[in-house]
């Protein structure tokens, strides 16, 4: 979305209106925030982990659909937490090596059960990670 369709969505969610710049402001404030919560440390072992690639149209020059890959944990205590989520391109076992290989270095080292679809090529890259 552009900086005015942003404005548009929050004149129409809170009643006020919001200049281009203070919508810019406010988005890199949000974008910060996604990457430190992106970039934060994992617990070192989860029950099970969910994954799944959902597609989404996205404007970049044209619009087109791409694949978010979404993580989700469930630690020892039973606790469910969205570990991350990863934008671009086509769903593929490459692309979930790469999302395996960061949630590993963010510190989930041990995973006792991955649960996901039967993309081909995705079990092997699970195991490679977590074998």
């Known amino acids: ?17 919001y200049s281009p710049t203070t919508v810019s402001n406010i988005t ?9 919560w992106q970039k934060r440390p994992l617990s070192k072992r989860y029950s099970v982990i969910y994954l799944d690639g959902l ?11 791409e694949v978010v890959y979404f993580a989700m944990g469930i630690d020892e205590e039973g606790q469910r937490q969205i570990l991350g989520f990863y934008i671009g391109g086509q769903e593929s076992s ?38």
């Open 94 to 131: 490459n692309g979930w090596r790469e999302v395996l290989k960061d949630l590993y270095n963010r510190g989930a080292q041990e995973v006792l059960l991955g649960v996901f679809d039967r993309l081909p090529g995705l079990d092997a890259a699970f195991k490679e990670t977590y074998p």
């Open 1 to 17: 979305m552009g900086t005015r369709d942003v404005a548009r969505f929050f004149e129409s969610m809170f009643g006020s209106q």
């Open 55 to 65: 597609y989404v149209k996205l404007k970049r020059g044209t619009v087109l659909g």
């Open 28 to 36: 890199a404030t949000v974008l910060d925030d996604i990457h430190q």
